[in-house]
């Protein structure tokens, strides 16, 4: 799963979440049954996992292109940059 299909994944996750929340509470309410609710809102959690958690094909839409170990040598590594400021004084 590349960085896109990540941030896609955790929006479906939670606006699955809300919106089985707000169904399971609203038919709960109008049936007037707290155990409906209860199972609605599990049946959502289930679909809602079995949505996000696999790493579906359209979750790697934009794949990383990774260096070969061939060109490591003509790429080095970057440097940190040192710092301008004043080293502070301890006591």
Known sequence: ??????????????????????????IGYWI????????????GVVLTTLVTVPNWPFFNRHPLKWLDPSEVDRHPRPQPVKSKKKPIKQK
């Open 1 to 26: 799963m590349d960085w896109q299909g990540q941030k896609l994944a955790e929006q479906l996750m939670q606006t699955m979440l809300v919106a089985f929340a707000l169904v399971a509470f609203l």
């Open 32 to 43: 007037g049954s707290f155990q409906m609710m209860l199972l609605i809102y599990a049946g």
